[in-house]
């Protein structure tokens, strides 16, 4: 039990943060970490030394994907859903980053990166939130770094558009 703690209680935070943004839904969040610390517990055996954070956010995001696909309201993007290239709004000039500075709303940036689907949102997550390295985020996603770069660029991207079409309707 102590070694679990020192592994993983420095964690939790990241991981109901990675279980919020990934279910949006507290609640659904907090039953995420629950049954991911339980099955980081079962199974610390199988954990040799080496990055604890991106191990125990590995379980975190596989429940919050079990529980997302258990989910009615859930509805999967294929990841080859391709963004337009010559969207107006891509070549705006501005980084998702400055859009959301010019906004100065919390809540507007929160409402564009819940609109992302999860694969593009826990990278996001991780990336600016978590400030995990792309070596660490590729362990937690279970993909190759290439992609988790790719995939941070097409996540940055949506959500500058989301913030677009947000920032119009205001």
Known sequence: ???FEELFAPHMDAAYNLARWL???D???RDVVQE???RAFRFLHRFADGNAKAWFLTIVRNESYTWLKASASYHWVAIGDELPEDDAALSHGQSPELLAIHTENAALIQQALRALPPMFREVIVLK???EMPYKDIALVADIPIGTVMSRLARARAMLKLELLKLHDHE
Request: charged share 25%; net charge neutral.
């Open 1 to 3: 039990m102590k070694r």
């Open 36 to 38: 991911s610390a339980l």
């Open 23 to 25: 279910t949006g839904n």
């Open 27 to 29: 609640s659904a969040a």
């Open 128 to 130: 600016e939130l978590e």
